[in-house]
């Protein structure tokens, strides 16, 4: 009889532990609304204080289910809204979550051989795994929808291009430009555009070791990709990168990628193999021959940023200066976490550019930054001179180097 008064006793005590749902309180201690960004809660803790192990949703105070994601390092997320200097209340609890529209994801585009790009419902970026150029791609978005597959299966319309083809072997190479110009993605049909240049630069955000005399220890293209993460509210790929001679060592590079729905920037976690010492290491934006001057930058407040004019040469003459005002402008920068050495602007004229704006930072065993990019034609954003791109900059900075304070309780 005691035995069974034990056990008995023992379910009653699980059944406390076992809590329907956890609360968890976000806390915004900046002077500014904290929307859509996303809030990790360790998945480990959550399920400790369920009880189980069971599929989890998240609702919002009034119980409302919001979209959420579990990640590959153990975490599940959901978009948050936060006022200044205020808290918002959610609930995490067991359910089968609902069938959430994607967000955030990429892939390797083998329409273009070794292409991978990645994109959310505000930016889309693109690396390539050959040629020259090592830095970050972009595409200007003026549409919440997620566009790469639709952009990349039009560009390669095999019979459309046959066309255009046949109609310049006949010598009609006017009528041949303009239906090459009613699918190519360099033209904005309505929803956005490629018309960023990258070549052998860093491009929008992309990272560098510093040489002993200053100069960019410029990247290789990616060799190897693994997608962690494909949405839908979250997307990250692992970099490698194939291993350079750097201050006498040989060394290998990973970078690990992350876009989160409603973000205008990706975060960068990167690591080196082989290195023995602290090194510098920088992350920054190119500096195009169209626009030399057109940059701001702040060691102390964490940011650089660019306004960049495009790039029309891939348009016909005929067509060039006429085509050449859909571009817009294109806003590019990079945050910084951490504390930086310096922000500066590297020289590198290689034709396409006259340098790099910069931070600098020290190395030892990992390195975090963000990149990111607007533009000027997408109506919901409102990035429409430098100094709103600068002063959103300014706000990025400040927001991830006072995170959102996260506390769990039954």
Same mark, same amino acid.
């Given at each position: ?18 809590? +329907?749902? =956890? ?22 803790? =959550? ?89 970050? +791609? ?30 310049? /072997? ?6 041949? +430009? ?107 934006? =190119? ?16 940011? =650089? ?5 495009? +790039? ?52 030892? /065993? ?45």
């Amino acid at each position: 009889m005691r035995k069974v008064i034990l056990m008995a006793a023992a379910l009653a005590a699980n059944s406390v532990l076992a809590a +329907d749902d =956890v609360t968890v309180n976000v806390t915004n201690t900046t002077p500014m609304a904290r929307v859509n960004e996303m809030v990790e809660v360790s998945l480990t803790e =959550v399920r400790g204080k369920l009880g189980h192990d069971a599929t989890l949703i998240v609702t919002d105070a009034d119980g409302n289910e919001i979209p959420s994601q579990v990640t590959h390092d153990g975490k599940i997320i959901f978009q948050t809204g936060v006022p200044a200097k205020g808290k918002s209340v959610y609930h995490i609890r067991k359910g089968e979550p609902a069938n959430y529209e994607t967000k955030a994801k990429g892939r390797l585009f083998t329409e273009r051989g070794d292409e991978f790009g990645w994109e959310n419902d505000c930016v889309a970026f693109r690396i390539y795994g050959h040629g020259a150029a090592s830095g970050y +791609d972009l595409f200007n978005k003026s549409t919440d929808e997620l566009m790469l597959d639709y952009w990349y299966a039009s560009e390669q319309n095999q019979e459309m291009r046959n066309v255009s083809r046949q109609l310049a /072997e006949r010598g009609y190479q006017d009528l041949a +430009d303009q239906v090459y110009n009613a699918f190519c993605y360099h033209i904005d049909h309505g929803k956005g555009m490629d018309c960023y240049t990258v070549g052998p630069t860093l491009g929008c955000g992309a990272n560098a070791l510093v040489n002993k005399d200053g100069s960019l220890c410029m990247p290789k293209c990616y060799k190897k990709y693994e997608i962690l993460d494909n949405g839908p509210l979250r997307f990250t790929v692992r970099l490698t990168y194939p291993a350079i001679d750097y201050q006498g060592a040989k060394i290998e590079e990973t970078r690990v990628v992350t876009l989160d729905a409603g973000s205008q920037f990706n975060k960068v976690s990167v690591s080196y193999a082989g290195l023995s010492s602290s090194v510098n290491i920088a992350s920054g934006v =190119v500096i195009h021959k169209q626009n030399p001057t057109a940059y701001v930058m702040s060691k102390d407040n964490g940011y =650089v940023g660019y306004e960049d004019l495009g +790039d029309a040469s891939v348009y016909n003459k005929k067509y060039r200066d006429e085509l050449s005002q859909q571009m817009g402008k294109i806003y590019v920068g990079t945050v910084y976490p951490g504390k930086l050495s310096e922000t500066s602007v590297k020289d590198m004229n290689n034709g396409i550019a006259v340098g790099h704006a910069v931070g600098t930072a020290t190395y030892s /065993e990992g390195y975090t930054y963000y990149f990111g990019t607007g533009w000027s034609k997408n109506p919901a954003t409102g990035f429409d001179s430098l100094a709103k791109w600068e002063a959103h900059l300014s706000d990025k900075a400040k927001k991830v180097r006072n995170p959102l304070r996260i506390k769990i309780k039954k």
